[in-house]
Antibody, heavy 121, light 105 residues
Framework: EVQLVESGGGLVQPGGSLRLSCAASGFTFSDYYMSWVRQVPGKGLEWVANIKQDERVQTYRDSVKGRFSTSRDNAKNTLFLHMASLRGEDTAVYYC??????????????WGQGTLVTVSS | EIVMTQSPATLSVSPGERATLTCRASQYIGSNLAWYQQQSGQAPRLLIYDASTRATGVPARFSGSGSGTEFTLTISSLQSEDFAIYYCQQYEWWYTFGLGTKLEI
């Protein structure tokens, strides 16, 4: 069974930093593109970032470029999201998701339970 | 950015009835569309990808159709566990989601 378990969320002040982790199991992690998707509580979903299997390609939504970076440790089956210069509008539940890759891009076929990031003073 | 518009925002139906949810893309996306179900307090679950292919383990009462800019998710006979929020997502050009349709009794 595919499992994705996020951790690392919490309360952080504006301008602060946080690192999220996602532990993967139940599939060959190194075979898959992985993604981060966020959701403001009570609101819709917003794609944040993707990372290729070998880390050589990382893509980000415009609003987080230069502030967020994603990485992975295939030996430890773990995905990371490094968030810096955090803003109030980054407050959301952050989901780790497995990418079902097609020639045009990803849909997300497995999701973690999410971790809440709150940016507030 | 490709904008995904879902309608209606809320759909009130009864168990056993058929539900039809619509998703419209602001520009052509081919068949690069997925549907997700999100129960309260849970993560989204992939139901349909490539506009009409059911994901693993998804019951046959869920079906997707459409291409280009107009898409439909149909639930043929609603079960109690189907009352949730449904999102569409395009992956033709980057990734954007609709705002969701809430299916309620």
């Amino acid at each position: 069974e595919v499992q994705l378990v996020e951790s690392g969320g919490g309360l952080v002040q504006p301008g602060g930093s946080l690192r999220l982790s996602c532990a993967a199991s139940g599939f060959t992690f190194s075979d898959y593109y992985m993604s981060w998707v966020r959701q403001v509580p009570g609101k819709g979903l917003e794609w944040v970032a993707n990372i290729k299997q070998d880390e050589r390609v990382q893509t980000y939504r415009d609003s987080v470029k230069g502030r967020f970076s994603t990485s992975r440790d295939n030996a430890k089956n773990t995905l990371f999201l490094h968030m810096a210069s955090l803003r109030g509008e980054d407050t959301a539940v952050y989901y780790c998701a497995r990418c079902r890759y097609s020639p045009r891009g990803c849909c997300f076929d497995s999701w973690g339970q999410g971790t809440l990031v709150t940016v507030s003073s | 950015e490709i904008v995904m518009t879902q309608s209606p925002a809320t759909l009130s139906v009864s168990p056993g009835e058929r539900a039809t949810l619509t998703c419209r893309a602001s520009q052509y996306i081919g068949s690069n569309l997925a549907w997700y179900q999100q129960q309260s307090g849970q993560a989204p679950r992939l139901l349909i990808y490539d506009a009409s292919t059911r994901a693993t383990g998804v019951p046959a009462r869920f079906s997707g159709s459409g291409s280009g800019t107009e898409f439909t998710l149909t639930i043929s006979s609603l079960q109690s566990e189907d009352f949730a929020i449904y999102y569409c997502q395009q992956y033709e050009w980057w990734y954007t989601f609709g705002l969701g349709t809430k299916l309620e009794i």
